[in-house]
């Protein structure tokens, strides 16, 4: 079956840091794959997506490229903020009919001035 | 601007009582979903809708009841039934490219 798998945290950085978050996945065919974002007390927002192998999703200085040959979606950032301490989860969109996306189990993430 | 509103924000259920947690949206997609994440946990499925008048469990569905009468709306009751109810509940909707969710706030639910 479809599955999402992403690295334990808590994940703990000082200011300027590189971040990166390993996201791998299990799927049949060619889904769709996406980083979301949930700020404390809040609803999960969507970061960035990328529907189909080798595009590269980015925003707000994040990125992640949708590798099929090691099946994984790494979401990456080059100089991280305190701002961005939130819990990162990576999610599957079969494209199979539609429904039931699959979410990763999140990983924390501190940033420290 | 289009989103999904949940109501209300923050809710306290005593014990025995149904409550009910509204959600709307104003993104014309046919797919709806209801989560609950329990503190410092991932999402769990509770139930999902493709389309008005049609839903199916999800997978923590005992204890919830969920209707789809209007495209726009997909209400959730955490009957007296669910025992833990005590979570934060988050309402979603599918569409665009990608068949990307889309989240609303979050309701949290206490019960006293």
């Known amino acids: 079956g479809n599955s999402v798998t992403q690295m334990e945290g808590p994940v703990t950085l000082s200011e300027e840091a590189f971040l990166t978050i390993n996201c791998t996945y299990t799927?049949?065919?060619?889904?769709?794959l996406f980083w979301y974002v949930q700020y404390p007390g809040e609803g999960l927002q969507l970061l960035l997506k990328?529907?189909?192998?080798?595009d590269k999703g980015s925003n707000k200085g994040f990125e992640a490229t949708y590798r099929k040959e090691t099946t994984s979606f790494h979401l990456e950032k080059g100089s991280v903020q305190v701002s961005d301490s939130a819990v990162y989860f990576c999610?599957?969109?079969?494209?199979?009919?539609?429904?039931?996306?699959?979410f990763g189990a999140g990983t924390r993430l501190f940033v420290k001035a | 601007d289009g989103g999904i509103t949940q109501s209300p924000k923050y809710l306290f259920r005593k014990e025995g009582q149904n409550v009910t947690l509204s959600c709307e949206q104003n993104?014309?997609?046919?797919?709806m979903y209801w989560y609950r994440q329990d503190p410092g946990q991932g999402l769990r499925l509770i139930y999902y809708?493709?389309?008005?008048?049609?839903?199916q469990k999800g997978d923590i569905a005992e204890g919830y009841s969920v209707s789809r009468e209007k495209k726009e709306s997909f209400p959730l009751t955490v009957t007296s039934a669910q025992k833990n109810p005590t979570a934060f509940y988050l309402c979603?909707?599918?569409?665009?490219?990608?068949?990307?969710?889309?989240f609303g706030e979050g309701s949290w639910l206490t019960v006293v």
């Open positions: 799927a049949t065919g060619y889904p769709s």
């Open positions: 999610a599957l969109s079969p494209n199979t009919g539609g429904f039931k996306t699959i």
């Open positions: 809708s493709q389309i008005v008048n049609d839903f």
């Open positions: 979603a909707s599918e569409g665009g490219t990608g068949n990307t969710i889309y």
């Open positions: 993104l014309n997609h046919d797919a």
């Open positions: 990328a529907t189909k192998a080798d």
